[in-house]
């Protein structure tokens, strides 16, 4: 027995209406940016969108004369079914000239089908597992890989003395890759990997992960932790648990991220990183990103995600420019696959085999600027590639 | 001597009603028709037609137990993983036929439903609900772990479906995913139902109401569980399969906590123990999350809560009942 | 020999935590019998209460705590009084559904006033640094935790047995009716103990901080947690709350120093284990 007539039809009723809704707009470039905007990653939309409103505003208002329709959609944490759903809708019902956004891999790899099948160009703004830009043809990375800015960092401790390191990463796939890519390129050069610690992904105490970092006679922790409440505790108990008194380097990448960096307060000082974006990366092209980002949204924070979006934007638009923006996704990819220029990181260019971007990765130490926590790069480690390195 | 007419309490929206059995048929014909009508008026969203559809054959499996056997359990997504990742393997090592995928996933979550309601039946209420969230995160963590095998948090994605019976391929415009994710809903209910109303159906149902009475009536009480415990893990399987073999690919997430949280709040919201409630609650829950979620993903958590709370505060089924009344006029007066 | 007083003492830290955050659900369960999931978010609001507070008002740490724990207990008690006591007779499915909506509408709310960030609190300089210990350092901040969740449980158990408040809770658990025909203000029992939980779960959540720093999303993130704990208790027990807490904290740490690749599955495992071993709480036959 459901007599529910009354209550379902109402609100059938009004389902029906908002989903029959969806305004027209004729000659206009439709981008959808697919990524969480709701749920403990919910930052990570908010600052795509930040990034991609402040581009197209900076380029007043339309991209290569073509007005611009962002469609945002929210996926939540990793969830391939519903980010295909999804997907599946922009490209069928919205359709969508491209698609930009991606934070987590298996949201990527499940739209890789739908996207070759409809030859819709993807630009991924964060996903980091080399893997995804081989599953299409139509995919371009303007973010990062693991592999990409460890493998620099493991040759610079190898080549400073530091030849025990233990690594402690997040046991999941970013954070293997990243296990991977340092062990193999420090092995390289001689040094010695003295324990793997993996760390679960559900970790909210980190106090037994310290102990075994001390207990394993290395001269240097690398670690890799996917942003947010991890972060912030094993930064925490790095400090409060004596390895940074005991004289254990710290090694990172992504972990001294802007957009938490303030919160680890003085602990931070000193954390040795390497990454391809800093906000204190000195030029023109950062200091106006910078600028036009506050003035869109003056909460945002300059990091990794931001810029990722921001140049993938760039890349858009330069396909957009390509095609005259006509919806022609082979000639837009092939457009993109020869770009370079000059990003808010610095010289950038897309790599025209993986279709993943080529750029500078830095070495930074967290200093005090103006009284604010920065990332301050004090080696350039040139151009890298997206170095594959096969997991065990 | 007098006595006061009591309205039914319309509070207990698990209670089975006994009273005449609907025909198998007309739950499956009905969600059919609702389906076609719904791919008339938004032929551009298949893909929401088909995760409705396999969705709601998750919420049935889990009616069958929170309904009818009176089994509350949170780790219904244990056996729709299962089944997922069953099909996943399935297609990506052995053969890449859906219907034999199908199968496959039946099978896997048939067994794994028997093998675990043998130990987990033992108990019953809180105790009952925490193991079954402790099951599922067990296989949450075996599956993680064993990425060589499930892909890890990256997913089960190396794998094509092929053309069903050799004919249709899954589309991009997701015409042939939902017609098959209907096509398997419909059996799934058609199953329930049949189920239902079987003398199996009524013990369970009888179960439910009381243990004690059933046992005294020579009921072999603990097998009765298993097999419905059975056959709703074959069913969520079916719908682990489904969804994997649309989307190709299989997440980690088909074995989370979030998801039977989902299934159970779909199932209350829509009314456990009629097998239509499933199909009600699963669309309500889903549109609703995703018309929410477009017009402003910020904020439409307070649209559901609110929703939810609603539905408790204020029952629908009290509530229409109480309009139905006063549209017929009738009262029921104390004598 | 090291390995197993590190796995001790970090597991009964890390089980202190678990043991604060979790009681005040033992005990709404075990006394109300009314499955209240919206618990996690009463350790939210006190956690950002003290946090804000702290943070952005620049108050002493311990009279922010103490005006944060009132608060949490207050809204508890308001949120009782109001709406959940309307819930009590419905079916356990109505009362979860309920209040997995509540937690979502606290969520979303959480979200719309903090914002999406992680917050932590800024610890007061008494409770920085760390406590030598001799063969390691413990963070001061684990050792107020230690202290604190002892001091809590003993208080509990005290209220529970020696007050007359204590008489009237053990008296609404076993028969309310029989005990409000005695005269014992049920009503009153319920809307009090229901923010002494809140309360306490306010406390759990400053007090674990530092593990689990302040979201939008902390209701929904640690529940399995807090039910895991509080099921293998045994709803209503104080000392088994404690013994399941550090039980599970200590199998939990010493699956990190052990086994870290196998994640959560020791966890569950001994969960599971235990749950099945005894089904009404861990010093309950």
Redesign the interface.
């Given at each position: 027995?459901?007599?529910?007539?009354?209550?379902?039809l109402t609100?059938?009723a009004s389902?029906?209406c908002?989903?029959?809704c969806s305004p027209a707009l004729a000659q206009t470039v439709k981008v959808g940016i697919v990524g969480p905007?709701?749920?403990?990653f919910?930052?990570y939309?908010?600052l795509f969108k930040s990034a991609v409103e402040a581009y197209v505003q900076t380029q007043g208002g339309k991209l290569a004369g073509q007005s611009i329709e962002f469609i945002?959609?929210?996926t939540g944490?990793?969830?391939?079914?519903?980010t295909?759903?999804l997907a599946?809708?922009l490209?069928?019902?919205d359709k969508v000239d491209y698609l930009g956004g991606f934070v987590f891999?298996?949201n990527a790899?499940?739209v890789?089908?739908?996207i070759e099948?409809?030859k819709t160009p993807t630009v991924i703004f964060n996903a980091a597992?080399s893997g995804i830009t081989e599953?299409s043809d139509y995919f371009i990375r303007t973010s990062y890989t693991l592999s990409q800015v460890t493998v620099p960092l493991a040759r610079w401790a190898a080549d400073n003395k530091l030849s025990k390191v233990v690594t402690a990463v997040m046991?999941?796939?970013p954070g293997?890759d990243a296990e991977a890519a340092f062990k193999s390129a420090f092995a390289a050069k001689g040094g010695t990997v003295v324990e793997s610690?993996?760390?679960?992904?559900?970790?909210?105490?980190f106090?037994?992960?310290v102990?075994?970092i001390k207990?394993s006679g290395a001269q240097a922790v690398y670690t890799f932790l996917p942003g947010?409440?991890p972060n912030?505790?094993f930064v925490?108990a790095y400090n409060?648990?004596?390895l940074a008194a005991s004289g254990i380097r710290f090694l990172g990448t992504a972990e001294t991220d802007e957009?938490?960096l303030e919160?680890f307060?003085d602990s931070a000082l000193g954390l040795t990183t390497a990454f391809h974006y800093s906000a204190a990366h000195e030029s023109a092209a950062n200091k106006a990103f910078i600028a036009a980002l506050h003035k869109r949204d003056p909460s945002a924070a300059a990091n990794y995600a931001t810029v990722g979006a921001w140049d993938g934007m760039y890349v858009i638009h330069k396909m957009i420019e390509a095609t005259q923006g006509k919806r022609d996704g082979a000639a837009a990819i092939a457009a993109a696959r020869k770009l370079s220029w000059e990003s808010p990181r610095g010289p950038v260019r897309i790599d025209e085999t993986s279709r993943h971007i080529v750029q500078n990765v830095y070495l930074r130490k967290v200093e005090k600027v103006d009284g604010k926590l920065a990332n301050r790069e004090v080696q350039n480690f040139g151009p890298q590639g997206d170095q594959r390195t096969a997991t065990p | 001597m007098t006595t006061t007419a009591q309205a039914p309490a319309a509070t207990e929206i698990t209670r089975p009603r006994a009273r005449a059995m609907p025909p198998p048929w007309r739950l499956p014909l009905a969600t059919i028709a609702a389906a076609i009508v719904a791919s008339l008026l938004w032929p551009d969203q298949l893909g929401l037609v088909s995760r409705v559809a396999s969705t709601a054959l998750l919420v049935l499996s889990l009616d069958l137990l929170v309904g009818y056997a009176g089994i509350a359990t949170l780790g219904q997504a244990a056996l729709f993983g299962v089944g997922a990742y069953g099909a996943g393997l399935f297609a990506q090592q052995v053969h890449g036929d859906p219907l034999l995928g199908l199968l496959v996933a039946a099978a896997a979550g048939a067994c794994l439903a028997a093998a675990s309601g043998a130990f987990l039946l033992r108990f019953e209420g809180f105790t009952l609900l925490m193991l079954t969230i402790a099951f599922a995160q067990i296989l949450l963590s075996l599956a993680s772990t064993f990425r060589g095998l499930t892909g890890g948090d990256d997913g089960l994605s190396d794998f094509t479906v092929s053309p069903i019976l050799g004919l249709w391929e899954f589309d991009l415009e997701g015409r042939v995913g939902a017609i098959y994710a209907v096509a398997v809903l419909a059996a799934g209910l058609y199953l329930s139902r049949r189920v239902a109303n079987s003398p199996f159906g009524l013990s369970i149902r009888g179960i439910h109401e009381s243990r004690a009475r059933m046992a005294a009536l020579g009921t072999p009480v603990r097998q009765r569980l298993i097999g419905i415990y059975a056959l709703s893990g074959m069913l969520a399987g079916v719908a682990g399969a489904v969804t994997a073999q649309i989307n190709g690919i299989v997440g980690l997430d088909s074995l989370g906590f979030p998801l039977s949280a989902e299934a159970l709040v779909m199932l209350v919201l829509g009314g456990a123990g009629n097998l239509s409630g499933s199909v009600i609650g699963a669309s309500v829950f889903t549109l609703l999350h995703h018309t929410a979620a477009s017009i402003d993903p910020y904020h439409w958590l307070f649209v559901i809560g609110i929703a939810l709370m609603a539905v408790v505060l204020f029952p629908p089924a009290a509530l229409a009942q109480k309009a139905w009344d006063r549209v017929r006029g009738t009262r029921k007066a104390a004598p | 020999m090291t390995l197993l007083l590190n796995i001790l003492v970090d597991g009964v830290a890390y089980g202190m935590v678990l043991f604060v955050m979790a009681v005040g659900l033992s005990i709404t369960l075990g006394l109300m019998k009314f499955i209240n999931l919206s618990h996690g978010a009463f350790a939210m609001a006190g956690g950002y209460g003290v946090a804000v507070l702290v943070g952005s008002h620049g108050c002493n740490f311990w009279a922010a705590l103490l005006v944060a724990l009132i608060a949490t207990g207050v809204f508890g008690a308001a949120l009782e009084a109001l709406v959940l006591r309307h819930l009590y007779r419905r079916p356990e499915l109505q009362q979860v559904l309920f209040t997995i909506g509540l937690t979502f509408f606290l969520v979303a709310t959480a979200n719309a006033i903090f914002g999406p960030q992680v917050r932590s609190i800024s610890l007061p300089p008494s409770l920085s640094g760390s406590v030598d210990l001799g063969f390691r350092t413990l963070p001061t901040q684990r050792v107020f935790v230690l202290l604190a969740g002892v001091a809590a449980a003993a208080l509990l158990t005290w209220i529970i047995a020696r007050t007359r408040f204590g008489v009237w809770i053990r008296a609404s658990v076993d028969h309310a009716d029989a005990a409000s025909g005695l005269g014992i203000p049920i009503r009153l029992v319920q809307c009090l103990s229901f923010g002494a939980g809140a309360a306490l779960a306010g406390l759990g959540g400053v007090l674990g901080a530092e593990l689990m720093p302040l979201e939008p999303y902390y209701p929904l993130k640690y529940l399995v947690l807090m039910l895991v704990v509080v099921a293998v208790g045994g709803m209503g027990s104080i000392p088994g709350s404690l013994c399941a807490a550090l039980v599970l904290g200590t199998v939990d740490t010493a699956s990190k120093y052990l086994v870290s690749e196998w994640g959560s599955l020791l966890f569950f495992v001994a969960m599971g284990l235990l749950l099945a071993w005894r089904p009404r709480g861990i010093l309950t036959r």
């Open positions: 027995m459901t007599l529910q007539p009354i209550r379902t609100i059938g389902i029906a908002a989903l029959a905007f709701s749920g403990p919910a930052h939309g908010a945002y959609r929210d944490g990793p969830n391939p079914s519903q295909k759903t599946q809708e490209i069928v019902k891999t298996p790899l499940a890789a089908p739908l099948k409809s597992t599953k046991d999941y796939g293997v610690i993996r760390m679960p992904i559900s970790t909210t105490d106090a037994p992960f102990q075994r207990a947010g409440p912030l505790g925490k409060d648990n004596g957009y938490d919160k307060g | - | -």
